[in-house]
């Protein structure tokens, strides 16, 4: 006879203990609505807002979307691709002078700069998204499945896996770090990496140097996300990831019933740009880091890595070959080309990249010892963009192995680049180590200092909550 | 902090819990998707004590509640354009609390925090007690949560749903967008690993070893 687990008599605790301080106090709930009040003027207007005005006009409504039903089809032969993402969509508004860091899906992440306007349709796979006005600087990851597509009122611009920048003003111009973008216009032109079009121009023209420096911005942003070894989740909703300094974070929505903008998740991988920046910017830990566990690795990886038995070929060719691989997911190919690369073409310029791009891949897979010492030759070799990166690389896996070394990795990396855009990520990491060692006492010099430099990060109020008597 | 305290203290009494009924809450709703910020406030007031006690049920009893429930409404405010009063607000609520409670406990499992210890749920336990008995609800408290952190967010979601709410399994489908079938696989598997995980860890009885 089977005695129903429902009535499990242990789960008596379960349900005592599930009711433990539920009860929601005056202060906590007008702090809530405080919050949610300024959050809530932060959000941006819906596009079907004022449904109820809109039906008293539904009319008027019926007859312009006929017209504007056979404009659009005639617009459509006629032009470029115009349409915006269907599906459900979201719209986010950025003020001028500010920019917003947004995860777009787990493959693309954009940096919008104000005042700049992005319409993004569901972010289940494919993304679409519009950009009515404003600039952006975006990575798309093709390694992760999908397909990133964005549309302005002049073209439309496929990514196929790439740093790039996408300017709409009178024109709509399209700047490429890294990787291959095709921008479909009156004519249909492919960019490769240093290429930069205007739809109103009849030539190719280098990258205006501001627009270099945003990709460079927003390629180091993934490029410390991208460190992050993460399990993919089973869905992959939009996230805005960082708000204007400004204005009160935005945060999340659920995902399975209404998946809109959500808070900081951790950034898929990207394939770092041939020219990222010397001055990166971090990316946003959505939850308080725990003192890890070190983890356990696979046996150490030989290096230099094996020579993988793969066709010979120019280096280039290679590395398109290992973006394809990664474009289809077979990141074990990938990174037996760009083994490949690197001992067949030690003089290539993009050793660097071949390199950075296997101690992610190793990284990614807890490889630890493989990463490190992937590292080790980047680090060794000749002056390279990607060494800072690198080394916050290094430092993040001196972290996740608790090694003893991490501290004096992350001061050394404060030292040499104080003012980095990645400095708050390597100070929260001095504060996860700080607190590993000694607790909250031991963090407390660093956490004063996260205070100053970031104090409306999620992971600064997290370790305030933690250690109380840290300064705040 | 003490200034805003102050200030808190001066709003204290304002958005008090208010009775909710259904239709209330549509007409609200409506108002609200209208952009009246005052109408949100309302629904805030009306639900915010049940989401907040919700999430604390699914997630326990942790730092972050205050600012889950603020996510809830966040997400309620995005879902009105679309909200046409197929179902009532406090079902659009519920499921939106078990998505955000889903979404946490994925994002704390990823990167897993600190567990509860026992200092703090000794803190949370009616002072009526003994400071030994505190210390023993307060240890059993602590491996409950263990354990209960171990299970995978949607089996956890769905069994506490189930358990602790006393939700059927077709609500619980409901909830969190799933085949009422399929929930009750989630809850049955659950439950299979939380009793096995309770009954290595002593909870309601001798510690088992295996």
Same mark, same amino acid.
């Given at each position: 006879m089977t005695r129903d687990p429902e009535r499990d008599p242990r789960l008596d605790a379960v349900r005592a203990a599930a009711g433990t301080d539920?009860?929601?106090?005056?202060?906590?709930?007008?702090?809530?609505?405080? #919050?949610?009040?300024?959050?809530?003027?932060?959000?941006?207007?819906?596009?079907?807002?004022?449904?109820?005005?809109?039906?008293?006009?539904?009319?008027?409504?019926?007859?312009?979307?006929?017209?504007?039903?056979?404009?659009?089809?005639?617009?459509?032969?006629?032009?470029?691709?115009?349409?915006?993402?269907?599906?459900?969509?979201?719209?986010?508004?950025?003020?001028?002078?500010?920019?917003?860091?947004?995860?777009?899906?787990?493959?693309?992440?954009?940096?919008?700069?104000?005042?700049?306007?992005?319409?993004?349709?569901?972010?289940?796979?494919?993304?679409?998204?519009?950009?009515?006005?404003?600039?952006?600087?975006?990575?798309?990851?093709?390694?992760?499945?999908?397909?990133?597509?964005?549309?302005?009122?002049?073209?439309?611009?496929?990514?196929?896996?790439?740093?790039?920048?996408?300017?709409?003003?009178?024109?709509?111009?399209?700047?490429?770090?890294?990787?291959?973008?095709?921008?479909?216009?009156?004519?249909?032109?492919?960019?490769?990496?240093? %290429?930069?079009?205007?739809?109103? %121009?009849?030539?190719?023209?280098?990258?205006?140097?501001?627009?270099?420096?945003?990709?460079?911005?927003?390629?180091?942003?993934?490029?410390?996300?991208?460190?992050?070894p993460v399990a993919s989740p089973p869905?992959?909703?939009?996230?805005?990831?960082?708000?204007?300094?400004?204005?009160?974070?935005?945060?999340?929505?659920?995902?399975?019933?209404?998946?809109?903008?959500?808070?900081?998740?951790?950034?898929?991988?990207?394939?770092? #740009?041939?020219?990222?920046?010397?001055?990166?910017?971090?990316?946003?830990?959505?939850e308080l880091a725990p003192p890890p566990e070190p983890a356990p690795e696979p046996p150490p990886?030989?290096?230099?890595?094996?020579?993988?038995?793969?066709?010979?070929?120019?280096?280039?060719?290679?590395?398109?070959?290992?973006?394809? %691989?990664?474009?289809?997911?077979?990141?074990?190919?990938?990174?037996?080309?760009?083994?490949?690369?690197?001992?067949?073409?030690?003089?290539?310029?993009?050793?660097?990249?071949?390199?950075?791009?296997?101690?992610?891949?190793?990284?990614r897979a807890r490889r630890w010892t493989?990463?490190?010492?992937?590292?080790?030759?980047?680090?060794?070799?000749?002056?390279?963009?990607?060494?800072?990166? %690198?080394?916050?690389?290094?430092?993040?896996?001196?972290v996740q192995t608790r090694d003893?070394?991490?501290?004096?990795?992350?001061?050394?990396?404060?030292?040499?680049?104080?003012?980095?855009?990645?400095?708050?990520?390597?100070?929260?990491?001095?504060?996860q180590?700080?607190f590993d060692r000694?607790g909250?006492?031991?963090?407390?010099?660093?956490?004063?200092?996260?205070?100053?430099?970031?104090?409306?990060?999620?992971?600064?109020?997290?370790?305030?909550?933690r250690?109380?008597?840290?300064?705040? | 902090?003490?200034?805003?305290?102050?200030?808190?203290?001066?709003?204290?009494?304002?958005?008090?819990?208010?009775?909710?009924?259904?239709?209330?809450?549509?007409?609200?709703?409506?108002?609200?998707?209208?952009?009246?910020?005052?109408?949100?406030?309302?629904? *805030?007031?009306?639900?915010?004590?049940?989401? *907040?006690?919700?999430?604390s049920r699914l997630v326990g009893p942790v730092a972050e509640?205050?600012?889950?429930?603020?996510?809830?409404?966040?997400?309620?405010?995005?879902?009105?354009?679309?909200?046409?009063?197929?179902?009532?607000?406090?079902?659009?609520? *519920?499921?939106?609390?078990a998505?955000?409670a889903f979404d946490h406990l994925r994002r704390r499992r990823r990167r897993p925090s600190q567990p509860l210890d026992e200092a703090t749920l000794a803190g949370l336990i009616?002072?009526?007690a003994?400071p030994d008995e505190r210390a023993r609800r307060a240890q059993e408290l602590a491996r409950v949560f263990a354990c209960l952190d171990r299970i995978k967010p949607a089996k956890r979601v769905a069994l506490l749903l189930r358990v602790v709410e006393g939700l059927?399994f077709?609500?619980i489908?409901?909830?969190v967008?799933a085949?009422?079938e399929a929930a009750k696989k989630r809850v049955q598997h659950g439950l299979r690993e939380l009793t096995a995980l309770l009954a290595r860890a002593g909870v309601g009885g001798e510690e088992v070893r295996p």
């Open positions: 539920d009860r929601l106090d005056d202060v906590s709930r007008a702090r809530i609505w405080s #919050g949610l009040d300024r959050a809530l003027d932060a959000e941006p207007r819906r596009p079907n807002a004022g449904g109820a005005r809109r039906r008293r006009r539904a009319g008027w409504v019926a007859a312009t979307a006929l017209c504007a039903t056979a404009a659009g089809v005639a617009l459509w032969l006629t032009t470029a691709d115009r349409a915006r993402p269907r599906g459900p969509v979201q719209v986010l508004d950025v003020p001028a002078g500010a920019s917003v860091h947004a995860q777009l899906g787990p493959a693309a992440a954009v940096t919008l700069y104000g005042a700049a306007r992005l319409v993004v349709a569901d972010g289940r796979g494919d993304v679409d998204v519009a950009l009515d006005r404003g600039a952006l600087a975006g990575d798309y990851d093709h390694a992760r499945g999908g397909r990133l597509r964005i549309r302005t009122p002049h073209a439309t611009v496929e990514i196929v896996g790439t740093v790039f920048a996408v300017e709409v003003g009178t024109a709509t111009c399209v700047s490429v770090a890294h990787g291959l973008v095709e921008v479909r216009a009156r004519v249909r032109r492919r960019l490769a990496a240093g %290429a930069s079009w205007c739809t109103d %121009a009849p030539a190719l023209r280098p990258i205006p140097p501001v627009i270099e420096a945003r990709m460079a911005e927003h390629a180091g942003r993934a490029i410390v996300a991208a460190a992050e869905v992959a909703p939009l996230s805005a990831v960082e708000p204007p300094l400004d204005e009160p974070p935005l945060e999340a929505a659920p995902s399975l019933g209404e998946p809109l903008l959500q808070p900081a998740r951790p950034v898929a991988a990207v394939t770092p #740009g041939r020219r990222p920046a010397p001055e990166l910017e971090p990316e946003p830990e959505p990886e030989p290096v230099p890595p094996r020579k993988p038995a793969v066709a010979a070929g120019p280096d280039a060719e290679l590395y398109a070959a290992a973006e394809a %691989a990664l474009r289809n997911g077979d990141t074990e190919q990938a990174d037996a080309l760009l083994a490949h690369l690197v001992v067949d073409h030690p003089g290539s310029d993009l050793l660097d990249e071949a390199l950075f791009e296997r101690a992610r891949l190793a990284y493989a990463a490190g010492a992937i590292l080790d030759q980047l680090l060794d070799g000749p002056p390279s963009p990607l060494r800072a990166p %690198a080394r916050l690389l290094a430092c993040r896996i001196a003893r070394d991490a501290a004096a990795c992350l001061d050394q990396l404060r030292r040499d680049h104080p003012t980095a855009a990645f400095a708050t990520e390597v100070l929260e990491l001095r504060v180590v700080a000694g909250c006492k031991a963090a407390a010099p660093f956490l004063t200092e996260l205070v100053a430099a970031a104090p409306r990060r999620t992971l600064t109020t997290q370790w305030q909550r250690c109380q008597e840290a300064p705040r | 902090m003490r200034a805003w305290l102050l200030v808190m203290g001066a709003l204290a009494g304002g958005p008090r819990p208010v009775p909710s009924s259904a239709a209330d809450d549509d007409a609200l709703a409506a108002r609200a998707r209208a952009g009246d910020r005052a109408a949100f406030e309302q629904l *805030y007031r009306r639900h915010a004590d049940v989401v *907040y006690a919700r999430l509640r205050d600012d889950l429930t603020q996510e809830v409404f966040l997400g309620l405010h995005r879902a009105l354009p679309r909200f046409r009063g197929d179902a009532t607000v406090t079902t659009l609520l *519920y499921r939106i609390t998505n955000v009616s002072h009526d003994g059927s077709a609500e489908g409901a909830i967008d085949a009422p």
